[in-house]
């Protein structure tokens, strides 16, 4: 069993910057990759970025530079730094873990999620 716990959203006007954080519980953290998807109103969840075991990275096109995934396997924990924010990147934000070791952009990949965190852009 796995526990996510995401922390560091907020509101920021456009062009500013925020850091997610997600701690993970469990002694399988180093084996899994782990994913931070996002899902506004009305919208389906979408993969931001994720990072495999071996720190390779995916981001969607919508963040790419701008948007940093990165991960410290000696605390458990995984970050998103999001720079240049826009009014279209408001959303609750989530962090998951899939039982694998390599990237799936399918929400149905992963098996555990947290209870996310709102970033609010404002324009």
């Known amino acids: 069993q796995v526990q996510l716990v995401e922390s560091g959203g907020g509101l920021v006007q456009a062009g500013g910057s925020l850091r997610l954080s997600c701690a993970a519980s469990g002694r399988t953290f180093n084996s899994r990759a782990m994913g931070w998807f996002r899902q506004a109103p009305a919208k389906g969840r979408e993969l931001v970025a994720a990072?495999?075991?071996?720190?390779?990275?995916y981001y969607a096109d919508s963040v790419k530079g701008r948007f940093t995934i990165a991960r410290d396997n000696a605390k458990n924990t995984v970050y998103l730094q999001m720079n240049s924010l826009k009014p279209e990147d408001t959303a609750d934000y989530y962090c998951?873990?899939?039982?694998?070791?390599?990237?799936?952009?399918?929400?149905?990949?992963?098996?555990?999620w947290g209870q996310g965190t709102q970033v609010t852009v404002s324009s």
């Open positions: 990072i495999t075991s071996s720190s390779n990275t």
């Open positions: 998951a873990a899939r039982t694998g070791v390599f990237i799936t952009t399918s929400p149905q990949g992963y098996d555990y």
